[in-house]
């Protein structure tokens, strides 16, 4: 592992990057108070999905433009690029730059934003991952962060840049990590996006797999231009949803951006049903969708995808799946008021 994340910094050491045409038609996203904003002032709400791994989906050839005409018609205005350390290690950061780049290119034909996601799911202090795919250092994220900032930091159509996937702790078994720690490493990223030209909005994820925000309350980072993540997966917390979610991490939009970069459901005889995401009811898109927009939180649901779970369509044809009809509908309605 060591090895290979030598190996990986010499490349990002000696990689000539050219940044990403900044002569884009799409307006800049900041930052205004606890809201997303366009360059007149006025507020974006963005409802959009998660894309599987880039990477994985060039694998399935469907890394194309119909990917994006597709995204279009079921009516999204963002999408989130997971990358996994692994899988930019394994292709290559140049070959996989380019897979970005054609990305970018295709989300802003379509008028959609685009997040890029630097898919980690541990702890970054002690270097304890869930999986080989999830393994990084901070050597590898921070020259990361540089890297994506100075190629599109001058590029509106990437409009975010979420530092760290899901930080946990995993009940002790990836040690421990106090907040303090967690808001200094943030911090250090953050300011390597903004020396190296990144203007696009950083995204601090939350405590317990993204899902706890409650640290926030009493000591939310001391950086402008930010935004919140959570991930409030239905398993997260026993029903009735509305208040637990307030209290862990809802609250946050009083005051600051806030965006779900991941949720999403399926049910056990769903294909592609994912089991640790089970919601026997059906209740769960319905409740949380009603929640953001009652308070105009943005929302990515997990994953545009047929095989990783849970799966938004089933086939290359993206014939919708349980999770799949209940959001194309509600994103279909979104733009049917505009």
């Known amino acids: 592992m060591k090895i290979e994340l030598r190996q990986s910094l010499i490349i990002f050491l000696v990689l000539i990057l050219t940044s990403v045409s900044?002569?884009?038609?799409?307006?800049r996203i900041v930052v205004k108070g606890n809201s997303f904003v366009n360059q007149k002032g006025e507020t974006v709400v963005?409802?959009?999905v998660s894309s599987s791994d880039p990477d994985k989906l060039k694998s399935d050839g469907l890394w194309k433009k119909k990917y994006f005409?597709?995204?279009?018609?079921?009516?999204?205005?963002?999408?989130?690029?997971?990358?996994?350390?692994?899988?930019?290690?394994?292709?290559?950061?140049?070959?996989?730059?380019k897979l970005l780049d054609q990305g970018v290119k295709w989300a802003e034909e379509f008028n959609i934003y685009v997040v890029i996601d630097w898919h980690s799911i541990g702890n970054i202090e002690t270097e304890k991952y869930l999986r080989d795919v999830y393994a990084t250092d901070k050597a590898?994220?921070?020259?990361?962060?540089?890297?994506i900032a100075q190629r599109y930091g001058k590029n509106t159509t990437v409009a975010f840049y979420e530092i760290f996937n899901e930080p946990t702790m995993y009940n002790g078994k990836f040690g421990t990590l106090v907040w303090e720690d967690w808001k200094s490493f943030n911090k250090k990223v953050i300011d390597i996006?903004?020396?190296?030209?990144?203007?696009?909005?950083?995204?601090?994820?939350?405590?317990?797999w993204a899902y706890d925000l409650t640290p926030v309350k009493n000591s939310p980072l001391d950086v402008e231009g930010i935004g919140y993540v959570s991930h409030p997966y239905p398993q997260k917390r026993e029903k009735p949803w509305e208040e637990k979610w307030t209290a862990d991490w809802g609250f946050v939009k009083d005051k600051y951006p806030?965006?779900?970069?991941?949720?999403?459901?399926?049910?056990?005889?769903?294909?592609g049903a994912h089991e640790p995401v089970i919601n026997d009811d059906l209740?769960?898109?319905?409740?949380?969708?009603?929640?953001?927009?009652?308070?105009?939180?943005?929302?990515?649901?997990?994953?545009f995808d047929k095989d990783w779970g849970p799966n938004m369509y089933l086939d290359k044809k993206f014939t919708p799946s349980l999770q799949g009809k209940f959001f194309k509908k509600k994103f279909r309605s979104y733009t049917s008021k505009e």
Not at 22 to 27: E, G
Request: hydrophobic residues 40%; proline residues 4%.
């Open 22 to 27: 900044a002569q884009n038609s799409m307006d």
């Open 46 to 48: 963005f409802r959009g």
């Open 69 to 97: 005409k597709e995204l279009k018609d079921w009516g999204v205005n963002l999408v989130r690029f997971p990358v996994h350390p692994k899988r930019m290690r394994n292709r290559g950061i140049k070959a996989y730059l």
């Open 140 to 147: 590898e994220t921070f020259n990361f962060w540089k890297v």
């Open 193 to 208: 996006i903004r020396a190296n030209w990144g203007e696009g909005v950083p995204l601090v994820a939350g405590f317990n």
């Open 258 to 271: 806030l965006i779900l970069t991941e949720m999403g459901f399926c049910i056990s005889n769903d294909p």
């Open 283 to 303: 209740t769960y898109g319905k409740i949380i969708t009603d929640y953001c927009d009652t308070r105009e939180i943005s929302y990515l649901v997990w994953v």
